[in-house]
């Protein structure tokens, strides 16, 4: 009963940080825009996708921790990126690579160090080219700042929250 009652803390720290993330990453989109949109529709599926995202990582986290075996484990492992779509839909899609590239390079750590150097160096790429759309259209200031290490914290907690679908099988 106590593991039942801890799961369900984890989902639920995880639906709560999912939404916060949501939130601020819809937040930052309407920052960095230089014609700012508004639609409910929008806001609603942006949040809800970043819900569900961190939901399936800590579910993931939690069957992996529970099952062993090499087809489970791929299967739950699979159910995490399939689940993760969402949040690279429409704008988002722009860094899907980045996402790829840098989650490989820090949790896949059956590669060898090289090669992990070489993903999350190939990761920044689309990151210093959005920066430097940013910097154009803003200029620098505070704010520019701002919208900057934004934009790093939002994409370094996605990373971050891929480790348990990343990870090699036998690593979490």
Avoid: H
């Amino acid at each position: 009963m106590r593991a039942i009652r801890n799961n369900g803390k984890v989902v639920l720290a995880a639906l709560v940080g999912g939404v916060g993330l949501g939130v601020i990453a819809r937040a930052w989109m309407r920052w960095i825009s230089t014609e700012p949109e508004f639609s409910w529709s929008g806001t609603i599926f942006i949040i809800g996708s970043f819900a569900i995202f961190m939901i399936t990582q800590s579910v993931v986290y939690l069957l992996r921790q529970k099952f062993k075996g090499k087809r489970t484990t791929r299967i739950i492992q699979f159910c995490g990126v399939i689940f993760s779509i969402p949040i690279f839909m429409a704008a988002g899609g722009m860094v899907l690579p980045t996402v790829a590239l840098a989650s490989l390079g820090m949790w896949r750590t059956s590669l060898g160090k090289r090669s992990r150097t070489a993903l999350v160096l190939l990761s920044l790429i689309i990151p210093v080219i959005i920066s430097r759309d940013i910097v154009s259209d803003f200029g620098w200031s505070i704010a520019t700042l701002g919208r900057l290490v934004l934009f790093a914290f939002i994409y370094i907690s996605v990373v971050s929250a891929l480790r348990p679908t990343i990870t090699p099988l036998r690593n979490i």
